[in-house]
């Protein structure tokens, strides 16, 4: 069976930083694009950055400069370092990749989700 799951989110200060992680399991063939998104409560869910096989990378304007992220092929694993955190950071963070496996059938270019993890930021 094929899943991303997240760790990391936690509870932190204003101007603190927290790493998180997203690994995918399970027969993968390849994986193309790797992104982290959040949602806030009462807000909808919105695209934080993504990253492509190749190393390309792509940033909402609210995080430019602050987060950074990044993957190892190797483990099928996406990072989203977070610095200079803010009280409007506080959201879920899900992260979901576009891959090539099995998963019971052959997949093509699908997109898995991860459960999600919770980042809150106290100011």
């Known amino acids: 069976q094929v899943q991303l799951v997240e760790s990391g989110g936690d509870l932190v200060q204003a101007g603190g930083s927290l790493r998180l992680s997203c690994a995918a399991s399970?027969?993968?063939?390849?994986?193309?694009?790797m992104g982290w998104h959040r949602q806030a409560p009462g807000k909808q869910r919105e695209l934080v950055a993504t990253?492509?096989?190749?190393?390309?990378?792509k940033y909402a304007d609210s995080v430019k400069g602050r987060f950074t992220i990044s993957r190892d092929n190797a483990k099928k694993t996406v990072y989203l370092q977070m610095n200079s955190l803010k009280p409007e950071d506080t959201a879920v963070y899900y992260c979901?990749?576009?891959?090539?496996?099995?998963?019971?059938?052959?997949?093509?270019?699908?997109?898995?989700w991860g459960q999600g993890t919770q980042v809150t930021v106290s100011s």
């Open positions: 979901n990749a576009d891959l090539t496996g099995y998963d019971g059938s052959y997949v093509n270019h699908r997109d898995y």
């Open positions: 399970g027969s993968i063939f390849s994986i193309n694009v």
């Open positions: 990253v492509t096989s190749g190393g390309s990378t």
